[in-house]
């Protein structure tokens, strides 16, 4: 056992002994209470401000594992003759990478209480160029404004980002580009994303290469994304090549749907080809990005993957998806395949009808009426008059079993109930092919040849009264079946 317990700090304190607290740092042994012994030593000799203390502590930033408190004592002291020793273990730490216990953040504040300007540069590396944890940049920060290092906007802006201050970093503009773009290499996700999103809200250019450099080494799929909606807002057709090479390489459904997106924002043709390859393996987001593209090289792929697809499948959203691009695109092309739609599939036929429209396509009555009638709007194909009844028959071999018209029911009993109002509106106008249509419907394979008015008219001793009330049986017929 020792002769004697270890020193009583608190009582050398209380005492102001210098002298027996110095020598207290030599304390002997490795374990926790002899490092508590050196420690609170340092801690009193700081808290009396005897400048004795000054070299005993200046000696302790060369070894031992209490250099970390002496670095904290002699900012308290403040005595210049510890600015150079503190510099050079600065330099040192930086130069060796070394982030011991805090170390960059305690010597930043220790040199900033002595006043000492030759810290500045060694601490703007810090900020812009070393991988800080949060507590380290706003120390840091904090010694460089004591420092009164920034005087411009740019260094104001760099002390923002390294205090996290995105909103004040925002308000600085394109002078605040220097600091957020270093931000991007910092480990930290949320300084990676908020440099982000403030970079794609600046929009400038210089941006571009740092964000696309972060493009590709990037792995955390949330601030990928924040990458690619900020190069999309820039614009910089510098973009697409990286980003097209992404949507090839990455496997997160969301992530390539935002690219996706993003590349159809710029508008580039480059895009079409790998969307289209991402749209024919079944990718919805492809195929909206089609539409947005508005190339018409997509129309013929895009019908063929909707011919692939089976009504009786579960895949709305996909077709939806195509009769949303065709309607993006807008070229004639897509006038077939969008008819096909609406005679195929109940659930896209509004839609469908939409982008028919907007095509173009209805340059007469009838074709505004097929596109009412798939709009389940009954009073305005009847308001079309005899102009509907084609329309009408052309829906009458269409079979679905959906409440798809609201209030009217499925699709044949719309057909009965807008002819039945037709002919009870201006019946003399329907001419003898429609009525010939109307008596086909159930048997195509009966041809009743008429003339194109039936007034005053008499054919093989039927007149048109008779096939007008024929015509009225049979829809009768038709809609006691439906």
């Known amino acids: 056992m020792p002769l004697f317990g270890p020193p009583n700090i608190e009582k050398m304190k209380t005492k102001r002994d210098v002298k027996g607290l110095i020598k207290a740092l030599k304390h002997q042994g490795s374990g926790y209470p002899d490092q508590q012994v050196r420690r609170k030593a340092i801690d009193a000799l700081a808290e009396i401000g005897d400048v004795r203390a000054v070299e005993p502590l ?27 020793p503190l510099l050079d273990k600065l330099n040192n730490a930086i130069q060796e990478s070394r982030e011991e216990f805090n170390s960059y953040s305690q010597l930043a504040e220790a040199l900033a209480q002595l006043g000492e300007a030759r ?17 380290d940049r706003e120390r840091i920060a904090d010694a460089l404004e004591k420092l009164g290092w920034a005087t411009d906007d740019t260094k104001r802006a760099t002390l923002a980002v390294a205090r996290m201050d995105w909103k004040l970093a925002a308000e600085f503009g394109k002078e605040a580009l220097p600091p957020l773009i270093a931000a991007l290499k910092n480990s930290d996700r949320d300084v990676q994303k908020n440099a982000t999103l403030i970079l794609g809200q600046i929009g400038d250019p210089l941006a571009v290469e740092p964000l696309i450099e972060a493009l590709q080494k990037q792995g955390d799929t949330h601030v990928l994304e924040d990458i690619v909606r900020a190069l999309s807002h820039i614009g910089d057709l510098r973009a697409v090549d990286p980003l097209i090479e992404a949507l090839s390489q990455r496997r997160e459904y969301w992530v ?35 539409g947005k593209l508005g190339d018409p090289r997509a129309i013929e792929p895009l019908s063929a993957i909707f011919k692939q697809l089976d009504p009786r499948m579960p895949n709305l959203d996909e077709r939806m998806a195509i ?45 505004r009426a097929f596109l009412a009638i798939a709009r389940g709007q009954l009073q305005q194909v009847v308001d079309l008059g005899p102009a509907a009844v084609k329309a009408l028959v052309d829906f009458s071999g269409i079979e679905d079993d959906s409440a798809f018209f609201s209030g009217i029911g499925n699709t044949a009993i719309l057909v009965v109930k807008g002819l039945e109002m037709i002919f009870e509106r201006e019946s003399s106008a329907i001419s003898g092919d ?49």
């Not at 004592?73 to 600015?83: Q, V």
């Not at 609406?342 to 340059?363: C, F, H, N, S």
């Not at 010939?436 to 009264?465: A, G």
Request: aromatic content about 6%.
């Open 119 to 135: 810290a500045v540069e060694p601490l703007v590396e810090l900020l812009n160029n070393y991988d800080l944890g949060r507590g």
């Open 256 to 290: 390539k749907r935002t690219i996706a997106d993003a590349l159809a924002e710029f508008g580039d043709v480059r895009a079409v080809e790998p969307l289209l390859k991402d749209a024919i393996e079944g990718y919805q987001y492809g195929i909206a990005a089609l």
């Open 58 to 84: 200046i000696e302790m930033l060369k070894s031992g594992s209490e250099w970390y408190h002496a670095i904290i004592a002699l900012g308290k002291l403040r005595e210049p003759r510890a600015a150079e």
């Open 323 to 367: 009769v949303h691009a065709f309607g993006d695109i807008g070229d004639p092309r897509a006038v077939a395949t969008l008819l096909e739609m609406i005679k195929g599939d109940v659930r896209v036929r509004a839609t469908a009808a939409d982008a028919l429209e907007g095509i173009g396509w209805p340059t007469d009555d009838r074709k």
């Open 434 to 482: 429609d009525l010939r249509l109307i008596l086909n419907m159930s048997n195509p394979s009966y041809q009743i040849v008429i003339p194109d008015t039936c007034s005053e008219v008499r054919f093989e001793k039927i007149d048109c009264s008779h096939l007008r009330q024929l015509a009225r049986q049979e829809l009768i017929r038709r809609r006691e079946e439906a």
